[in-house]
């Protein structure tokens, strides 16, 4: 698989996972969307969302900047981070 790491790019694997994996409707999937309020995630889906993104992007976001997490948008930022 071929990894796009710009920021488009990572946006569009994570929608890609929150619609397959977790069966979320495409059209809530915006930068500002709230992972727990809108899209209805708890928290060992958020555990699972990191272990899927670990998988993308090889390397491991650590525990507590994941719980800081809150959007969309502070999960693609999160991984370009961590990619930097």
Known sequence: ???NFTH???LNKLTEILVDDFEINAD???SEA???DDLELDSIDA???AVKLQYF??????PE?????R????????IEELLK
């Open 1 to 3: 698989m071929s990894k």
């Open 8 to 10: 488009e790019g990572i």
């Open 28 to 30: 809530l999937i915006k």
């Open 34 to 36: 709230n992972l727990f």
């Open 47 to 49: 555990v699972d969302l």
């Open 57 to 62: 992007t090889d390397k491991k976001i650590a």
């Open 65 to 69: 900047n994941f719980k800081k997490i």
């Open 71 to 78: 959007t969309v948008e502070d999960v693609v930022n999160a």
